[in-house]
């Protein structure tokens, strides 16, 4: 082959594929904001991303804009900044947040502003810091957010999140490949998760949503009491909340917008109740907490509190976190999630919560969402507590799901039904 037609061919090839990039992107940015959001006409738009997402939220942008958007603000973060806090901050800032930013993101979401986060940060960014100075720094924005973060769990307003590949997040998913092709493969990764590589993922997203609304609607009517789960490291029983509700795909949030929380979702979801979780239970993925990981995590349960917490990796970023608060140490959350979904096939481990609880089952430690409760939105803090209903500055999520996975319900009169089968739903 002429070389000079060599040289035209890779050249045609690489616009070719740059064009296709460009085309998920913006599907991506269109299905956040359809989709994910529901954003409405004249609503306004509050958006987090870190300074390597702006190509996604500049997307992002211009569909909340094309839908009528009144006003988008975007706080980016920079990494890089992050860490030089940890270098050079003096120890006494630690214990400081930016209140004035939180408190300003709460009174936004009083006045009926929407709020869409863009995840890829480091998994790792912090894991080489002080574990006590990490501990005290997420403390104190645990404490600034929580005003903002109960509008969220309580789906007082339409949230969302999605995610964009970054080269830090690249780097530590696809170790072995080079750069450029590390961050080609995690963006193919996020685009098929996000159903972005398809010709009509709006649609496509409706189809799922249906699929797991059927689900939880099964769950609904079953009012299993408890859940039981055995496997290697886990026989760990989960007593749910009275009157709970299983809920999977969007929701509609109390300023009446449909949403879908988190995209992807593949979760039927529910409260457990806070004082009826019992036994032990071991992590079957890593956990990025943070911008630190924690690794083979496992605990014991009693009267619905871990008394025993241990890690092979990050034990002290582990113990700050359920040290929080009482709550901390209490389930808020149990998901359910086949071993068979799209992203548990991808056989990838992506070191981000959003997908990873998406591969399989998981718990949450700390604050409860009170729509999964009946008329739960209606509810005083000390009723939804004598529902079981668990409160604390935190919500983390981390996985106890796998193919060497068995479940079982138990209905209120003892009876036992099989729900999983080594994963998967029977």
């Known amino acids: 082959m002429n070389p000079a037609t060599a040289f035209a061919d890779t050249k045609a090839d690489t616009q070719s594929s740059q064009q296709e990039f460009e085309r998920k992107l913006d599907r991506l940015g269109e299905v956040a904001i359809r989709t994910g959001l529901g954003l409405a006409p004249g609503q306004q738009l509050v958006m987090t991303a870190t300074l390597d997402a702006l190509p996604l939220v500049r997307r992002i942008t211009e569909h909340a804009y094309k839908a009528g958007a009144a006003l988008v603000t975007t706080f980016f973060t920079d990494e890089e900044s992050t860490l030089l806090r940890y270098r050079y901050g003096a120890d006494a800032g630690f214990d400081t947040a930016a209140s004035w930013l939180y408190d300003g993101m709460a009174a936004a979401f009083k006045e009926g502003a929407a709020r869409l986060a863009v995840a890829g940060g480091n998994p790792s960014l912090l894991s080489q810091e002080d574990p006590e100075k990490v501990g ?3 403390r104190a924005v645990s404490k600034a957010y929580r005003p903002a973060l109960e ?6 307003i339409n949230w969302t999140i999605v995610s964009c590949a970054t080269p830090a997040w690249a780097a ?7 750069p450029e092709a590390a961050l080609a493969k995690l963006w193919d990764a996020i685009f098929a998760a996000s159903r972005a590589d398809l010709t009509d993922p709006v649609e496509a997203w409706k189809q799922h949503d249906a699929n797991l609304h059927r689900r939880a609607a099964t769950m609904n009517e079953k009012r299993y009491a408890t859940l039981h789960f055995r496997g290697p490291g886990t026989d760990l029983r989960v007593g749910l909340a009275d009157d709970h509700l299983w809920l999977g795909g969007g929701t509609t949030a109390g300023n009446g917008r449909y949403c879908i929380p988190n995209m992807p979702t593949e979760e039927v979801f529910t409260t457990p109740h806070k004082d009826r979780t019992e036994g032990t239970v071991t992590a079957t993925k890593p956990l990025s907490h943070q911008g630190t990981m924690i690794e083979g995590i496992s605990v014991r349960f009693e009267g619905g509190r871990i008394v025993e917490a241990r890690a092979t ?5 582990l113990q700050k976190m359920i040290d929080t608060d009482e709550g901390a140490r209490k389930l808020g959350e149990v998901a359910l999630v086949p071993h068979s979904s799209p992203i548990a096939a991808s056989g990838l481990l992506f070191l981000n919560t ?7 089952c998981h718990i949450a430690l700390g604050q409860a969402y009170s729509s999964c409760l009946k008329n739960g939105d209606k509810l005083t803090p000390e009723e939804l507590a004598a529902k079981g209903a668990n409160d604390s500055l935190i919500h983390v999520d981390w996985m106890i799901g796998s193919g060497k996975i068995d479940l079982d319900g138990i209905t209120a009169t003892g009876t036992v039904e099989p729900l999983m089968r080594q994963g998967e739903w029977v």
């Not at 530590?172 to 080079?178: E, I, K, R």
């Not at 959003?354 to 399989?360: S, Y």
């Open 136 to 138: 005290r720094a997420n």
């Open 151 to 156: 509008l969220i769990t309580r789906h007082e």
């Open 172 to 178: 530590a998913v696809f170790p072995d490949l080079a």
């Open 313 to 317: 990796k990050g034990q002290e970023v």
């Open 354 to 360: 959003l997908f990873d609880e998406n591969a399989a």
